[in-house]
């Protein structure tokens, strides 16, 4: 209390904020499908993190003996590859287990990529109105005409693939956004009497964009992230489908099934592994995005 | 109303510059354009090359150039095929559409009627049914439901072939992979769009002066939803078309984005431009009529 009165509101603030932090946490494991999201989601990154430690083998191993040996469940599956091997005997399992890093840091990545661009973009339009409003308006409209992953296939090809230019590449495909959402709530907040109040006070723009407008829009830039993980995620995954990967040392999921696709009529398991760990990461993902929105933010769509 | 009118035509005519200017710089973004097309070649040749292609001048005089070129359809040869190539995309151009559109009437057949029975009997067991469809659909790569679905009707039970296009058969792989991308986000936005009218006073009142209970779904409540689902199915048209080229690839389809796709690995940059140019168009098209079928079926608007 030595700060005299200021004390007590910021107090008061902090405190409100706490709660609302576990009413938030709190709905989000009371519903069995984000909390079930969430523990898969754990387990991914974990695979990630300690990729050496978890994966049973060196994923660059190649064995010219072993190669497409079956799961360990059909004829002629061996121990040593639970998912089986793929056609230069690589073991599928440990390469699904080095594509978790691929995936996750491409995807979170990218978004952060795309959050920086689009939440600022968003603010400048909602805040200064008028003829910048327009101009970046119409930027969105602009991109919104192509078919993104297209414009990041030609982009990737022209720059050279490689992480840095995936990452970059598929966060400038999704900023706009961000842009849309923080603008709309930029024009609504712009009004309220906070705002007013502060700028009466004599608080500058960027005073005022960053510690009144912003903060007010996190909530829907924390669910609009999460589910945009999610998006990354699967565009990483197609556009190393579609030949142009990240060009990293380890293996990514979506090289992994079009890999497989050569080989669907003799190998079912080279590409059905790694699209099943996509589809459990993406819909974990979605699942807990989902459950942000209507714990914290009903109005993002 | 006719002042709206001028005003999306500007706003037309804008976002086409700005899709030439996108366009444009797909082949200049890496600062060399000629490195890009040749990597291999001599000095010599490169720099005859970027004599030739003007790559000398200035930025903006060289996309003025492109500009032009653009609006009278010379997007310049295709270095793999030899050939002009804008007529090589648009002659995939049908094929891509048929694609699309067997897809996208699949997902309304499916969609619409879910959408309605969902948003009626909310909390139901279909509606939670409907509720894990969409969540699985959007979360499977395209590419890999393709594959699935050779493995499965292709492989396993040799009902269908594997790929090409030589039959009627040959497209219904490929569409029922598209739909199932494109039906959970056309599901969701029927149920939201129905959900958002169906409790509104005049449903309420229908339904009090004894109009049946089809009748109020259809002559009252989905008549005020179609506006909503008209646009962000315009919206929407993009993720398809992105599906409809991830789809060909799998299954290739002979169209154009399995062009796309193939030129991009050769980095045969006139076709690239060529076919993002036109996939743009596509879109750009579509998204002006859902405008003005907005402004056609929006009565607070015909009125003034």
Redesign the interface.
């Known amino acids: 209390m030595s700060i005299g009165t200021l004390a007590p509101p910021l107090e008061v603030a902090a405190a409100a904020r706490l709660a609302e932090g576990s009413r938030v946490w709190r709905k989000l494991v009371r519903n069995p499908a984000a909390l079930a999201g969430a523990v898969v989601l754990v387990l991914v990154i974990g695979a990630a993190v300690f990729a050496p430690w978890v994966a049973p083998q060196d994923p660059a191993r190649q064995s010219l003996i072993r190669r497409f040996t079956p799961p360990i469940w059909a004829e002629g599956g061996k121990s040593a590859h639970v998912l089986g091997t793929d056609q230069v005997g690589r073991d599928i399992l440990s390469r699904i287990v080095y594509g978790a890093r691929v995936s996750l840091l491409v995807g979170v990545a990218a978004v952060a990529v795309s959050l920086t661009v689009g939440v600022t973009l968003g603010l400048l339009a909602g805040f200064l109105h008028g003829r910048v409003d327009t101009v970046i308006t119409?930027?969105v409209?602009?991109?919104?005409?192509?078919?993104?992953?297209?414009?990041a296939?030609?982009?990737v090809?022209?720059?050279?693939p490689s992480p840095t230019t995936i990452i970059v590449v598929l966060g400038l495909t999704g900023w706009e956004r961000y842009t849309r959402v923080v603008r709309a709530e930029v024009l609504a907040l712009r009004e309220k009497d906070f705002v007013e109040a502060a700028r009466a006070m004599g608080a500058s723009a960027a005073r005022t964009i960053l510690r009144h407008l912003l903060p007010n829009t996190f909530s829907s830039i924390i669910v609009l992230s999460t589910l945009q993980v999610?998006q990354a995620i699967?565009q990483e995954?197609?556009l190393s489908?579609?030949?142009?990967g990240s060009g990293s040392a380890y293996p990514t999921w979506?090289q992994m099934?079009?890999l497989?696709?050569d080989f669907?009529?003799v190998a079912?398991w080279l590409?059905?592994f790694p699209?099943l760990a996509?589809?459990v990461t993406?819909?974990a993902i979605?699942?807990i995005g989902?459950r942000l929105r209507d714990a914290l933010d009903p109005r993002v769509g | 109303m006719l002042t709206l009118l001028i005003r999306r035509v500007v706003r037309l005519a804008v976002v086409l510059v700005g899709v030439t200017l996108i366009t444009f710089s797909i082949l200049h973004v890496s600062g060399d354009p000629v490195s890009l097309m040749m990597p291999e070649a001599p000095e010599a040749d490169r720099v005859a090359l970027r004599a030739a292609m003007g790559f000398n001048d200035a930025l903006p005089v060289q996309f003025m150039r492109f500009l032009g070129n653009t609006a009278m359809g010379n997007f310049g040869q295709s270095f793999f095929h030899r050939a002009p190539a804008l007529p090589l995309v648009l002659e995939r151009m049908p094929t891509t559409l048929l694609l699309s559109m067997c897809a996208m009437g699949l997902s309304l057949a499916l969609a619409i009627p879910l959408g309605i029975i969902t948003a009626i009997r909310r909390a139901s067991f279909i509606d939670y049914g409907a509720t894990a469809v969409v969540f699985f659909g959007t979360s499977m790569p395209v590419f890999w439901t393709g594959i699935m679905l050779i493995l499965l009707f292709a492989v396993q039970l040799r009902v269908l072939p594997v790929s090409g296009w030589e039959s009627w058969a040959s497209l219904v792989l490929p569409t029922i992979t598209l739909a199932t991308f494109s039906t959970p986000l056309l599901l969701r936005i029927v149920r939201s769009s129905m959900l958002d009218v169906i409790n509104l006073d005049y449903v309420r009142t229908a339904r009090a002066k004894g109009v049946s209970e089809w009748l109020v779904i259809c002559r009252h409540a989905l008549i005020n939803a179609a506006l909503p689902l008209v646009t962000v199915a315009g919206l929407q048209f993009g993720l398809l078309l992105t599906g409809a080229i991830i789809t060909e690839t799998v299954f290739a389809v002979p169209g154009m984005g399995r062009l796309i796709v193939s030129a991009i690995r050769q980095l045969d940059f006139p076709i690239v431009q060529a076919g993002v140019f036109v996939f743009a168009m596509i879109i750009v098209i579509v998204n002006f009529t859902v405008d003005l079928l907005y402004i056609y079926l929006n009565p607070q608007i015909r009125v003034r």
């Open positions: 119409t930027v409209d602009v991109w919104l005409s192509f078919p993104q992953l297209l414009l296939l030609a982009f090809a022209a720059l050279g999610a699967l995954a197609a489908f579609l030949g142009v979506g099934i079009a497989g696709r669907v009529s079912w590409s059905t699209g996509i589809l993406v819909l979605n699942l989902d």
